[in-house]
Every structure is written in C-alpha cells, then in structure tokens.
C-alpha cells in the first residue's frame, strides 16, 4: 500500500498544480482604475484605523488611501463595496524556503523517506513545478516572500513570480554559506557552500553577488571539530565581503553567542530567535546599532514535533489551512505522515526532544518580548518548506504565536506587513498601503486589530490590482 501510495501522490503532482477552478468572481485588470469603498483600513503603518475607508488604485499602484473626503472616487472607477470588511497589506513571509517541501521527503537529515521519495526527484519536482507553493501563499494572503537559503534556480523564481498575477513576489538569496559541511546538497548543484575558512568566505560572497543575490545568506551552526573564534572569524570575513558588494547580511544563528558574533558581522536581518538564554544588553545593543530586523520565527518547530508525534502514535497530524489553499499532493503527504515515519523515533528520543523543546520555547517567546521592548524591529517570518511548517498558511499560527507571546495585534500586523517588506528590502514598493505602492492588499471578514486570528478570515486577495476572491484562488480538489 505504500508503494501505490508514494506512486500515486508522484503521479498527481502534475496534475493538480497545472489544474485551475473557475473564478467566484472575473479579476479586474491591473489597468482598470478600481476603487475599494467603505472599508476599515488598516494602513500597516501602526497608525489609527481609518473607519468608511476608500482605496482608489490604477496601474496596479495605489493611487489614494484613506478617508472618503481624502480619496473622492474617478470617474469610471470599478468600485468594490468593503463595507463590513478590513482592508490591510498582503501579508509578507520573510522566512522561507522553496527548496524543501513543507514535508518529510525535503528533510531526509530528519527523517529519511528517500526510500519512496528519491531526493533527487524531490529536488526536481520543487524546480519543475514551484507553482503549487506560490499559489497556496497567494491563497493565504501572502503577496510577497523572501526565499533565504536554496539552489541556485531559486534566483529564477523572482522574475517568473512578479510576472504571475497568481504568484507572491519573491526575493531570494540563493545558496546559504555554512559553518557546518552539510551534506544535504545534489551531485552538481548546492545549496550549502561550506565555509571552511576565510578565502572561501569572501569567494561565496564574491559568487552570489555576480549572481545577482539579493542578499547573502549565512548558516551558523556550531560545529563540534571547529573552535568558536575560527567559525566566528569566517563569518565576519563574509560580512565585511557583503557590505564590499552593497549586500545586506542575514544569519541563521539560534544561540546568543553565535548571534552577537552575527551582529559583529553586521546581520542586517536574524532569521530564528536565540533560543538558548535570554538576550543581554550588549546583543540589544548591538542590534540597535545596526538597526537589524529580528524574525523570531516561534513555530518552526511545532511543525517537527508534530512530525515526530505522528510518526510515534500513528495518527495524522492536523491540516491548519483554513482557507484550503495548500495542494491536493501536499495534503496528501501530512495525511500519510504517520505511515511514512513509522518506525523512524523512539519513545524516549521523543520524550528528550520534547523537553528540550519547551526549555527553547521558553526562551524564544521571553526574547521576543525584551526585543520588541527595546525598540528593535521584529519582523514575521515562519521558515517554511520545513516539515509541516507549509508554504502559504503557516503564516498564520506564527502570527498567532506573537499574538500569544506578548505582542499586540497591531504589532504582529506591522511585524507582517511593513517591517517583513523592510527585511526583504522592498519597503519602497509594498507592505504598506500609501499612495505610489503596488496595490498588494487583502480585505478581510474580521478585525485583526482586535485578535490577529483574524487574518484567516481572508475574503479577497488584491494583487498589483487584480482581485482575486479566495474562493477562486483554492487548490484544485480541495
């Protein structure tokens, strides 16, 4: 049965990504000067709603946003009635990864399907067909995303995404320079280059900038045969070769060591919490001086746990996707997840795992709050492509996870709206809705000011103008 099962879902992968639902309601044309008028709008400053509200956009860009006196309507304008309804930016994913899968067959290091699920096949389906991925973000509200660590065809995706009126936009960094040898790479292409001392530091760097990357991305991981100073000193050496070649700096570094030596470096964006102690003066310091973004990214793991939890007991896990936006093949996968990882965890490496968890946990959320106290921008990012952290409506239990940590919902909007633009270095073009932005908007059924579980409660999706109803943009099947 497993065989027919892995046949089957490999079989169906084509199918249901090229397969399209008929619209609920024809999008407008970016060209045709639309007007949204009546709504709530939540502008992603921070700044007071603004009640009765009118969006008027033409060419895909805004063109006036705000009070009914401040925006008269244009003569022909489409209008679309938002009253009862909230009108924010899209939301802005500025973690993730399209060189995994969201599931088990992306992560052999974590448990090993490459048995029914070849990685070499694995990896070409993610370069052959990424659309399933970049329409579930569309569907969930997400309008843009920063891929921060993959193969080199990850670069691709950001022209053939800004030309899709069904895609996010996407910036990528490509390959992750890496302290630790990771051997999870294809025989002729990489996504991990190893960075074994200074001169291959600066020769990574001088790479991905003549591949145009739009940032570099450094993988910090304590290796056991390497010394602290000698890891720490090959990160600065690729930090002072970006800030050479104009690019910003993003570290992956989850202990406060590691982190302060990122800051040295000059990370301009940390894309997981320190998890091992609680953040002191000095990291917040130095944060502050280099006006580095923070992404706590709080729910990564929750997506292995409940990996290693289904494989232990047998049953599924839970599909959080509310608006049924993630593929029919996707799906699939998480409802076989307990089949596929049977036998793969011991009840006491569980156990162990856990418990080192909740200690994490702990010091992630308590960060967050001392980071948001002192004033350092937080933006939301949720690392997906990993293990049930799925590409698209994993934003939303991350939100939530900052709700629940001590920020308010206003913040967590901002966190995921202008400051994740801000970290993927597009804040002159979106994650706020002012005049001369690209018309990147959602209108939603509820308030997410009041409680940000309220951005599941998606109605339409405007991107660059076009209006998409969420019913329309669902995955096929589902």
Not at 206 to 218: C, W
Request: proline share 7%; hydrophobic share 45%.
């Amino acid at each position: 049965m497993m065989k027919s099962l892995a046949i089957c879902i490999l079989c169906t992968l084509a199918a249901s990504s090229a397969a399209a639902p008929a619209a609920a309601e024809a999008p407008g044309p970016a060209s045709q000067t639309l007007a949204l008028v009546g709504g709530v709008l939540l502008d992603g400053t921070g700044g007071p709603p603004v009640p009765d509200a009118a969006v008027v956009i033409r060419g895909g860009r805004i063109e006036c946003a705000g009070s009914r006196a401040a925006c008269p309507l244009p003569e022909g304008a489409r209008t679309i009635d938002a009253a009862g309804r909230w009108i924010t930016p899209g939301i802005v994913d500025s973690h993730v990864h399209f060189c995994q899968t969201g599931w088990l067959d992306g992560r052999p290091d974590f448990m090993d399907v490459r048995d029914r699920f070849p990685y070499e096949q694995v990896a070409a389906g993610l370069r052959g067909q990424p659309e399933r991925f970049l329409r579930s973000y569309l569907c969930s509200g997400v309008t843009a995303v920063f891929d921060v660590g993959g193969y080199p065809w990850t670069w691709d995706l950001r022209g053939r995404a800004e030309a899709d009126p069904l895609a996010p936009r996407v910036a990528a960094s490509g390959p992750l320079l890496s302290t630790l040898d990771f051997w999870l790479n294809l025989p002729a292409e990489r996504q991990f280059i190893y960075l074994a001392d200074e001169k291959t530091a600066r020769d990574g760097v001088s790479y991905l900038a003549a591949s145009r990357a739009d940032a570099v991305k450094i993988w910090f991981i304590p290796a056991q045969k390497r010394l602290p100073d000698e890891m720490a000193a090959v990160v600065r050496a690729a930090g002072e070769e970006a800030r050479r070649h104009g690019l910003p700096l993003i570290v992956h570094a989850t202990g406060l060591q590691e982190a302060k030596e990122a800051l040295r470096a000059g990370a301009r964006l940390l894309v997981h919490s320190v998890e091992d102690a609680p953040v002191d003066e000095e990291f917040l310091a130095a944060a502050r001086a280099n006006r580095t973004i923070y992404c706590p990214t709080l729910t990564v793991r929750d997506g292995y746990m409940a990996a290693s939890e289904a494989a232990l007991s047998g049953n599924a896990p839970a599909l959080d996707d509310p608006n049924h936006c993630v593929d029919r093949v996707t799906a699939e996968h998480v409802a076989a997840t307990a089949a596929f990882g049977s036998g793969k965890l011991d009840p006491e490496a569980l156990a162990s795992r856990r418990a080192a968890y909740a200690t994490r946990k702990t010091h992630q959320t308590e960060n967050l709050m001392r980071v948001v106290k002192a004033g350092i921008p937080v933006a939301m990012g949720t690392d997906a492509g990993n293990p049930l952290t799925l590409h698209g409506p994993s934003v939303y239990a991350e939100m939530e996870a900052m709700q629940a940590a001590g920020m308010t919902p206003m913040q967590v909007l901002v966190a995921s709206t202008r400051t994740a633009a801000e970290a993927m270095g597009r804040a002159k073009d979106f994650g706020t809705i002012e005049k001369g932005k690209l018309a990147d908007l959602l209108l939603l059924e509820a308030d997410p000011a009041a409680d940000i579980r309220n951005m599941r409660r998606l109605r339409t999706v405007v991107r660059g103008g076009e209006v998409h109803p969420v019913e329309a943009l669902r995955a096929p099947g589902r």
